[in-house]
Structures are given as C-alpha cells and as structure tokens.
C-alpha cells in the first residue's frame, strides 16, 4: 500500500512534465513564411528548360524578433508547406512537368533536397510539393539562401511560364 503511495505522486508528476514540456514546445514554435517568382524559360522543340537558381533574401530576424527569439536560439527548422502556383498565364496548368525537386543551399556545395513531387497531376495550375523533412537551420539562419530547381517534363514549354513559390517553415527554439 505504501508503494501505491509513493508511486502514485510520481506518475502524477511524470505526466505533468510531459504534458508541460510539450506546452512550452508550442509556446517556442512559430512559422516563417515566404514567397518567390520563378520563371521558366520557354524551351522551344527541345523540352528541356533551364530554371535558374533564385536567390532569395532571408527576412527571419524579424519573424524571431516578433517571437521573443534569436537565431543564436532556433534550434529545429523543417520545411512545413511548399506551394507551386502558376501565376502568369493565367489560364496555364502544370500538364508539361512529369516530376520536380527543389534543393536550397548557401552555396553550390551544401544544397540539400527541400522538397519534390514525382508524377505531377494533369490539369492543375497549383500543386503541393513533398518535404523531404531535412533539417533547414543553418538556411534560416543564414543572410541569404538559393533554390535549385530539376525538373523532368512531359512536353515542351510553349511560352515563359510565372511560378510563385508558398513556403512555410515551422521553427522551434529554445527558451530565452
């Protein structure tokens, strides 16, 4: 009997600890946004586009700096959501793209894989690429990153082609 005694306040406290811990783990997390143009070149009768790497100004001192953070604190960054939307034709769908990876790196020699989509849906002008779940601090952190785009096409492209790119990146840090 006196076990259960002892035991009881003990698993109580264990629970309340876990529970806490994962309250003050919402508490430290918050998402960056962002949003970029990306052309593609129309590639004529042969279908092979060259995308150009997009450099892309990293704004999260603000984002930290409106969640009671530092980036010396950030300590997970996964990419959450990585939207690809067809801005310009308007009326132009994702029908020539068979498969797209996008990488993001620093420089040309630490671009790891961001996220991809194989057997890019018929008909669709907006398509949601897969995280590929790789840790992105350091690119967050970072004053400047870039995409790198290979893709694998259907068909030609007629004419350029407008993608805007949605990303959404949840951040975790530690407390101050």
């Known amino acids: 009997m006196k076990r259960a ?3 009881a306040p003990l698993l109580l406290l264990l629970i309340s600890f876990t529970f806490s811990c994962k309250k003050v783990n919402e508490l430290l997390t918050f998402e960056i946004s ?5 052309k593609i070149p129309a590639s004529g009768v042969v279908a092979v586009p060259f995308i150009s790497p997009v450099p892309v100004s990293v704004k999260s001192e603000e984002s930290f700096k409106n969640n009671n953070t530092r980036a010396d604190l950030v300590r997970d960054v996964t990419l959450s959501k990585l939207t690809l939307t067809i801005t310009d034709p308007a009326a132009e769908n994702f029908n020539f793209l ?3 990876t996008i990488s993001i790196g620093t ?3 630490d671009k790891v894989p961001l996220a ?3 057997n890019v849906p018929m008909g669709v002008s907006s398509i949601e690429l897969k995280s590929s779940n790789t840790k992105l601090d350091k690119y967050i952190k970072a004053s ?3 995409l790198y785009t290979e893709v ?3 068909g030609n492209v007629a004419h350029e082609i407008t993608v805007r790119s949605d990303s959404k990146f ?3 840090a530690d407390p101050l």
């Open 5 to 7: 005694f002892f035991i």
């Open 34 to 38: 962002d949003s970029q143009n990306i």
């Open 98 to 100: 068979k498969s797209i």
């Open 107 to 109: 420089d040309q020699n």
């Open 116 to 118: 991809s989509l194989d």
């Open 144 to 146: 400047s990153y870039t």
């Open 152 to 154: 694998s096409l259907r």
């Open 170 to 172: 949840k951040v975790t």
